[in-house]
């Protein structure tokens, strides 16, 4: 059986499934039934300095919903913790006296100011808490103070802060990266230059999820208002994994250690995180949505998989995927496919059609009978037709051999790799020496 362990910085779970810093970690009660469930570790929701934080009274979540009414998205306007900082240190050291093989992080936001860090550094300390995460994504309410995103945003706050701690503290320093930037590579760079041992990303991401049109209000509304909130849940993934990788793959950050977080909901989603460079993942929503015992599936459903890959131990797959990411200019413009229908599947509801016809390119034919066929003359092979279809593996991509005539472009495809760089129409191309 797969080994799901993991060591982390040196923190060691019994598997790679964290639970965010959010209102699952808030308190002693819910932290212990996560564990109970099965959780690898918890950060703690983020701690501030008291007078501690003062949370609206009214709605906090906000919501996108799939056609089913299966959640997608939740927008947060939640602040940090309001509970006592007293009172949540006391829980924190509980918790790990009690689950001593569970990873415990505690995530921190404080005044952008070294005196603060200095002075609730060394109480976390105390806890026995096995490293802290640097809360600078938060978009909403602490950003405003000067916290959260607003230091998140300026790679310079970054690097001077996690000098702070990293000269303050014997535990290890995880930087949470916000999404709210135009390259994720410059944080993390920052991150790295200030002595912290590992990045985690994606905080949530600055939105509004939906307008009330009977109150003209964005939702949620209090009192008739409402404000940009925090948005998460699997809706995210492509954003966060793409992040994710950019920073693996950055030569500056390559080997920074990583932990996934955005809309990890199933095991794939966190096998997805970890073949990309994530040495952990952190949930947030899914639990939030199913419970705590959704862990259960998440480690069933990676453990079998990595069983059947042959794959023994998380290390193994971390970061797997990274070498195969690379920039559009790069992908081999000598690799072509063709749509293929697999009419013992076909359901004959004409989503290909409908989305070729009016939409693409025109390249799938329907007869009297409704019987859909690929036109190889007009298929530029755009994968829309397999992305429409209900059935999962009725329409595929099938490679064409090369000697093989291209009926669409009336060319051979040729056997060797070639790329945008080279291509006689790129005006910017080199040819090879």
């Known amino acids: 059986m797969a080994d799901l362990s993991t060591n982390f910085l040196g923190i060691k779970s019994p598997n790679p499934f964290w639970l965010a810093s959010a209102p699952p970690t808030d308190k002693e009660y819910n932290v212990v039934r996560a564990f109970k469930a099965g959780w690898g570790g918890v950060v703690w929701k983020t701690l501030g300095e008291d007078p501690h934080v003062v949370n609206v009274n009214g709605p906090r979540y906000g919501a996108i919903y799939g056609a089913d009414r299966r959640l997608l998205g939740l927008n947060n306007i939640e602040l940090i913790t309001d509970r006592p900082l007293e009172v949540n240190l006391r829980e924190i050291k509980a918790v790990k006296r009690a689950w001593p093989d569970r990873a415990m992080i505690v995530s921190l936001m404080v005044p952008c100011e070294e005196a603060a860090w200095k002075r609730i550094l060394p109480l976390v300390e105390d806890t026995g808490a096995d490293g802290i995460e640097l809360n600078f994504g938060c978009p909403h309410g602490m950003s405003e103070r000067g916290m959260g995103s607003a230091v998140g945003q300026v790679p310079e706050y970054i690097e001077m802060v996690a000098r702070w701690c990293k000269a303050n503290t014997r535990m290890p320093v995880i930087v949470k990266l916000t999404p709210n930037i135009t390259d994720i590579r410059y944080p993390a760079r920052a991150a790295k230059a200030g002595g912290a041992d590992a990045v985690s990303l994606i905080n949530t991401i600055s939105s509004i999820t939906s307008v009330n049109l009977d ?204 790329n945008w760089t080279t291509h006689p129409n790129n005006p910017g191309a080199c040819a090879a020496e």
């Open 215 to 418: 109150t003209m209000s964005p939702e949620p509304s209090i009192d008739g208002k409402g404000s940009h909130g925090g948005y998460c849940g699997p809706a995210v993934k492509p954003i966060a994994l793409n992040m994710v990788a950019e920073i693996a793959r950055d030569p500056e950050t390559a080997g920074l250690p990583i932990s996934g977080i955005g809309g990890v909901t199933t095991w794939r989603d966190a096998a997805e995180f970890l073949a990309l460079g994530c040495g952990t993942v952190q949930v947030c929503t899914a639990a939030m949505t199913y419970g705590f015992k959704v862990v259960e599936e998440m480690k069933s459903g990676l453990s079998q998989w990595m069983d059947e890959k042959g794959h023994g131990s998380i290390d193994e797959i971390v970061g797997r995927a990274v070498p195969n990411v690379t920039d559009w200019q790069y992908l081999n413009l000598n690799y072509v496919t063709k749509a293929r229908i697999d009419q013992d599947s076909c359901i004959k509801c004409g989503r290909c059609y409908a989305a070729c016809e009016d939409t693409s390119h025109q390249a799938i034919s329907m007869s009297e009978e409704r019987v859909f066929e690929v036109i190889d003359e007009e298929c530029v092979a755009c994968n829309l037709c397999v992305n429409v279809c209900p059935v999962e593996n009725c329409i595929t991509m099938e490679e064409l051999e090369p000697g093989t005539m291209d009926t669409r472009t009336g060319k051979v495809v040729e056997p060797d790799y070639a």
